[in-house]
């Protein structure tokens, strides 16, 4: 099981606690591909909790391991693996202001 113990700010977030992220297969596919590679993943697009909502984002997986524990193997990263750190990035957030900052407006624009 992948239960988030912890999670920042609460009052955005307290629905996804006690979440286990390992339940669903696109969430552990991400949690495990970091914790096997020991670098940030990013899960495919899922909906992510948004106070009493669900909303179209991604979750980023940085895995935590235990000080001072060889990390040169799947192997060595997986028994030292402690949990992870995750941000939750809702689309909405990601592509705010995009249009407006970009060249979409401008008759001469190539997109």
Do not use: H, K
Not at 14 to 35: K, P
Not at 55 to 75: D, H, I, K, M
């Amino acid at each position: 099981m992948y239960v988030v113990p912890r999670i920042e700010p609460p009052a955005l977030n307290e629905d996804a606690l006690g979440l286990d992220v390992g339940s669903g297969v696109t969430r552990r596919s991400a949690a495990d591909r970091a914790m096997e590679t020991g670098l940030p993943v990013l899960t495919q697009r899922i909906r992510v909790i948004e106070g009493d909502q669900e909303v179209p984002g991604f979750l980023l997986f940085l895995p935590v391991y235990a000080v001072g524990r060889p990390l040169t193997s799947v192997s060595d990263r997986t028994s030292a693996l402690q949990g992870w750190v995750y941000v939750s990035l809702r689309m909405t957030d990601l592509t705010r202001g995009l249009l407006r900052e970009s060249d979409y407006n401008n008759p001469g624009c190539a997109l």
